[in-house]
């Protein structure tokens, strides 16, 4: 994603600098040093930060800030978000096409807002086929503290098990390929799996892994462009704006 906004920034004849901000900077409200040191013209903060810090980045950064990923009621600050909701729940009726009743959601509820508007998606889906959403179907991926992928939970498998796994993102698709396989299933002959992202690093999973896609370039240069117009006063549309992706159909889901 830094990629994408970077060579949309350069075609811009904008130039771009990363900083990392250490979670120790986040918890204790430390700014950015491109922003203290007022290094910068504007601000694209990717990735959901601790809410304290988004406030404190805000009433003291005095930089125009865009967020990209994620967005935040409370800051009110202008952000571009793929569409969590609508990609989840296009999965999961597919799913339903494919013959499948019986399906999971794989992600830690309140760990972040995409996370949680993927399940509601999902949820809809379910409800709407006329399915009863099951507790133990709902599997958690990762600490709601720290966002640390909680290997553990992936490998405790329900008891009755579902026929799919609709997973928040194609990294925890590619870690429930594997439990499943190590515990003997096949992927997609026993079980199929979903994921969310269309981005996965080379060589974490075997198959390819059904996904929707998120359109980053397409963030990346409305991201910019509306940063441009802001650090400019210039008129431009304002508030959280859902950039679409789309369905990619790959090899790990199965008619039933």
């Known amino acids: 994603m830094y990629q994408a906004v970077t060579t949309k920034a350069v075609s811009k004849g904008c130039f771009t600098m990363l900083e990392v901000v250490p979670v120790a900077d986040e918890t204790e409200g430390v700014l950015p040093k491109l922003v203290q040191e007022k290094k910068v013209d504007g601000v694209i903060i990717i990735g959901r930060m601790q809410e304290n810090y988004l406030r404190a980045l805000s009433e003291n950064g005095n930089t125009p800030t865009i967020y990209l990923d994620f967005y935040d009621e409370k800051t009110g600050c202008d952000a571009f978000i793929s569409n969590s909701f609508y990609g989840t729940n296009l999965l999961t009726n597919y799913l339903f096409e494919q013959g499948h ?22 949820a809809k889906s379910i409800m709407e086929h006329g399915q009863k959403i099951r507790p133990d179907w709902i599997i958690n991926d990762r600490s709601i503290d720290d966002g640390w992928m909680d ?26 390929i594997k439990n499943l396989e190590n515990q003997g299933y096949h992927v997609p002959e026993d079980i199929s799996v979903v994921g969310f992202d269309n ?18 370039k397409e963030m990346a240069r409305r991201a910019i462009h509306n940063l441009l117009k802001k650090m400019a006063n210039s008129s431009y549309e304002t508030g959280t704006i859902i950039v679409e992706g789309r369905l990619v159909h790959k090899d790990s889901v199965a008619h039933i």
């Not at 290997?151 to 429930?176: G, H, R, W």
């Not at 080379?202 to 059904?210: A, F, H, N, V």
């Open 151 to 176: 290997y553990e939970s992936l490998q405790k498998l329900p008891e009755d098990m579902p026929t799919a796994f609709v997973c928040n993102c194609d990294l925890t698709a590619s870690i429930m």
């Open 101 to 122: 009743t019986k399906i999971a959601f794989v992600g830690t509820l309140m760990a972040t807002v995409s996370i949680t508007d993927r399940y509601f998606g999902y």
């Open 199 to 216: 981005y996965l690093y080379p060589g974490l999973c075997d198959i390819g892994i059904t996904t929707y896609e998120v359109d980053i």
